[in-house]
């Protein structure tokens, strides 16, 4: 199996710096989740390794192959879903996935296995129009079409924006599945809390990467002491927890508010008590694990200072 | 009750053809409220929204927006109610001030009030150096920050925000609910949509629609409660599981 690697690549686009100086070495069967918000770059360097955008600098090997040298050998070996819908809406399903098996000169039979269990969810609309389709149901066709030569390496660029939950998870059920067949993945997304869900993960901000590391390792390294406040009026507690002497970053998550202690010191009894001195009552302060938006926004606020 | 309410459903349904895409939904937003508005994809949220904007007819039932009847007043509702989201918002090859003084003309302010409200959002929204900049050049953050300001330049009763947040990174994606709740507490109901199901925990009630039902609502305490979970994230999944 082929893996990906990239050094120093950067990337503009008249005057926007799309990507600078980005490395990553991404192993043969790993998948690597490529985080950030929208404009941080993430479809510019997929499509790089897509052999479909040319670098300006830097170099990008697919397996042994040059993304400038041997492109039409990387095509090959390589699986690519794009961000946007783009299959030919007037084909059927089954047309599309017959299209893209003749491209790839392979049967559909040849690599049934691989895409079974998504295309069977697709089975009974097999004649409709791929334009006529659900979101989702686009989704698993423009997967299948992507897998039809069962290529060695995928890259998917956001294939969760705009999902909804459910359906999130169930991709990324199937990602698991073919990740379990050996196949390098290079996905986007800029949802936080799948990178759970990846071997490592890529931060990526303004093109820049802040860091590459498993989840686990990211979050473990958060740098400062954290809590978790329950309890009181979201709003009202953000606003009275920015006065907080030791606050180093408020953020609200859902019904729990985090703060970052700026002394390695601190502790939550600590800040109880202040909140309690404030003359607010029935509130809960912990110790709690950052989670991966917690080192994003971190190593975001590091970056940009 | 409906004159009281900022929106008020009942049975509200809307067919195309044979398929029923919003069916009999009933309920009341209260003013000032930020409600968020949940549903898997098809779920029939679009629809929903787009009836009670005043955008397309119910088939049946009835409504009030702002206290006006939806099946009479579709027009006068349009000129209540605030807009944005994510795919469609500001013009691109509008400078920052020319968006701001076209929506206001659309709105049918007038210009001295469009200069002064100019003036007021740029430097709240610290972009004074940024008015004559093409909408394109700014970072997405900013433009949507921006596109709920403008959304908000005639003083609407209501905002519609369908997924304002989709794709913004995680510091902006906060501040932005920073700028809902100072809405919602100058008594401008917020009616809002999101993937981010921790963005569901801010809201003062949620509904969750599957299949063109409201399938459950209350505030996101007594979902997560009723469904036995410790987050709405799992509440959305249990439910929309449920029903699969």
Redesign the interface.
């Known amino acids: 199996m082929a893996g990906i690697r990239i050094e120093q690549v950067s990337k503009s686009y008249k005057s926007v710096r799309a990507l600078q100086d980005v490395s990553l070495n991404i192993m043969p069967g790993e998948t690597l989740g490529l985080i950030?918000?929208?404009?941080?770059g993430k479809t510019t360097l997929i499509r790089i390794v897509a052999t479909l955008v040319l670098a300006d600098q830097g170099t990008v090997e697919v397996g042994r192959y040059d993304v400038r040298r041997d492109y039409r050998k990387i095509r090959n070996i390589m699986g690519y879903m794009p961000g946007k819908f783009s299959l030919y809406q007037d084909l059927s399903i089954i047309e599309n996935l017959e299209l893209f098996a003749s491209v790839f000169e392979v049967r559909i039979e040849d690599n049934y296995d691989l895409i079974k269990s998504i295309y069977e969810q697709l089975a009974p609309f097999k004649d409709r129009r791929a334009g006529a389709l659900?979101?989702?149901m686009k989704q698993k066709l423009a997967l299948c079409c992507a897998l039809v030569h069962r290529p060695q390496v995928l890259l998917l660029d956001e294939p969760t924006?705009?999902?909804?939950?459910?359906?999130?998870?169930e991709f990324w059920e199937t990602l698991a599945v073919l990740r379990q067949e050996g196949i390098t993945i290079l996905v986007s997304t800029?949802?936080?809390?799948e990178a759970s869900r990846c071997d490592r993960v890529a931060l990526i901000?303004e093109g820049r990467i802040l860091r590459t590391d498993p989840p686990a390792t990211i979050v473990a390294d958060y740098p400062r002491p954290l809590f978790g406040v329950i309890g009181g009026k979201?709003?009202q507690m953000?606003q009275l927890l920015r006065q907080y002497p030791y606050a180093y970053h408020v953020?609200?998550?859902?019904?729990c508010i985090h703060v970052t202690d700026s002394r390695p010191e601190g502790t939550p009894a600590e800040l109880q008590a202040w909140v309690a001195a404030q003359g607010i009552e029935g509130v809960q302060v912990t110790y709690i694990q950052a989670n991966i938006?917690d080192s994003?926004?971190d190593l975001?606020?590091r970056t940009t200072l | 009750m409906r004159e009281h309410s900022s929106i008020y459903a009942r049975n509200l349904t809307r067919r195309f053809g044979d398929f029923v895409a919003v069916d009999q939904i009933s309920f009341e937003v209260s003013v000032g409220e930020i409600f968020g508005f949940l549903?898997?994809?098809?779920?029939g949220k679009t629809t929903a929204i787009r009836m009670l904007c005043g955008l397309l007819t119910p088939t049946s039932g009835e409504a009030w927006v702002a206290g006006l009847d939806l099946f009479r007043q579709a027009e006068e509702i349009k000129r209540r109610i605030g807009y944005m989201s994510q795919r469609f918002s500001l013009y691109n090859d509008l400078t920052v001030a020319e968006n701001i003084r076209l929506y206001g003309g659309i709105y049918g302010l007038r210009l001295a009030d469009i200069r002064r409200k100019t003036d007021e959002l740029l430097e709240r929204l610290q972009l004074k150096d940024m008015r004559r900049e093409l909408i394109e050049e700014l970072?997405?953050?900013w433009k949507q920050k921006l596109a709920f300001s403008v959304a908000l330049l005639h003083d609407p009763a209501i905002i519609f925000l369908d997924?304002p947040t989709?794709?913004?990174?995680?510091?902006?994606r906060?501040q932005f609910?920073?700028m809902i709740?100072e809405t919602a507490?100058h008594g401008t109901t917020v009616f809002v949509t999101t993937?981010?199901?921790?963005?569901?925990?801010?809201c003062n009630r949620v509904s969750i629609m599957d299949q063109g039902r409201i399938a459950a609502l209350d505030t996101?305490?007594a979902l997560k409660k009723q469904f036995n979970v410790s987050?709405?994230?799992e509440v959305?999944?249990k439910l929309?599981?449920r029903q699969?």
Do not use: C, I, K
């Not at chain 1, 800029?190 to 809390?193: H, Q, S, T, V």
């Not at chain 2, 989709?166 to 902006?172: A, F, H, N």
């Not at chain 2, 993937?195 to 801010?202: F, K, N, Q």
């Open positions: 950030g918000p929208d404009g941080a659900s979101g989702g924006t705009g999902v909804d939950a459910v359906s999130r998870r800029p949802y936080m809390d901000q979201t709003y953000l953020f609200p998550f859902g019904d938006e994003f926004m975001q606020s | 549903g898997a994809n098809g779920a970072p997405l953050g997924e989709g794709g913004v990174d995680p510091v902006t906060r609910w920073e709740y507490a993937h981010y199901m921790d963005e569901a925990e801010y996101p305490a987050s709405m994230d959305f999944v929309v599981r699969r």
